[in-house]
Nanobody, 121 residues
Framework: QVQLVESGGGLVQPGGSLRLSCAAS????????MGWYRQAPGKERELVAG???????NYADSVKGRFTISRDNTKNTVYLQMSSLKPEDTAVYYC???????????????WGQGTQDTVSS
């Protein structure tokens, strides 16, 4: 069982920055792939950034060069540094922990409660 608690969201002006944190409880944090998703009103939830157990990262095209995902396995925490924020980045941001299973079994997923980020002047 993994519990995820996000923090760091809020209101920021266009061009500003925010840093999201996601603290995970439970054991073996380093064995979980971690990701940040977001969901804007009326839209589907989308992957923003992911980081695997080896530290490799991937990003949505819309945030490349502006957002950086990182993890600190000693603190059981994953971060999302967001810069040059745009109004279209406004959404609820969710932390995700995923563990892939062998033999084609459905991966195990855990989600945080979400944190609202609003980019507006």
């Amino acid at each position: 069982q993994v519990q995820l608690v996000e923090s760091g969201g809020g209101l920021v002006q266009p061009g500003g920055s925010l840093r999201l944190s996601c603290a995970a409880s439970g054991s073996a944090f380093g064995r979980w792939a971690m990701g940040w998703y977001r969901q804007a009103p009326g839209k589907e939830r989308e992957l923003v950034a992911g980081i695997d157990t080896g530290g490799s990262t991937n990003y949505a095209d819309s945030v490349k060069g502006r957002f950086t995902i990182s993890r600190d396995n000693t603190k059981n925490t994953v971060y999302l540094q967001m810069s040059s924020l745009k109004p279209e980045d406004t959404a609820v941001y969710y932390c995700n922990a995923r563990k892939n299973l062998p033999y084609g079994l459905t991966p195990i997923n855990y989600w945080g409660q979400g944190t609202q980020d609003t980019v507006s002047s």
